[in-house]
């Protein structure tokens, strides 16, 4: 909803319609990477917004990964 109300305040209707979109393609496909990253999918998988499956994504790949470069 509220990609909604930025994008109609910016880009109108179109972008009202258009952005939301984007953003739950995005989740749901973040969704699936994360899931299968963190083991998720056999126990059902993963139902992340937005910022989890963009932002927070990040911070666990290096939460995952970062270990390895302390031991360098």
Same mark, same amino acid.
């Given at each position: ?8 305040? &910016?880009?109108?209707? &179109?972008?009202?319609?258009? $952005?939301?979109? $984007? *953003?739950?393609? $995005? ?5 699936? *990477?994360?899931?299968?990253? !963190? @083991? ?11 910022? %989890?499956? *963009?932002? %927070? ?6 939460? &995952?990964?970062? @270990?390895?470069?302390?031991? !360098?």
């Amino acid at each position: 909803m509220v990609p909604a109300v930025f994008a109609n305040h &910016k880009g109108g209707i &179109k972008a009202a319609f258009a $952005i939301p979109f $984007i *953003t739950g393609i $995005i989740a749901v496909l973040g969704s699936a *990477t994360f899931a299968s990253f !963190l @083991g998720l999918a056999k126990y059902g998988g993963f139902n992340g917004l937005f910022d %989890w499956v *963009t932002v %927070w994504q990040g911070f666990a790949y290096l939460m &995952k990964y970062g @270990g390895y470069f302390g031991r !360098l």
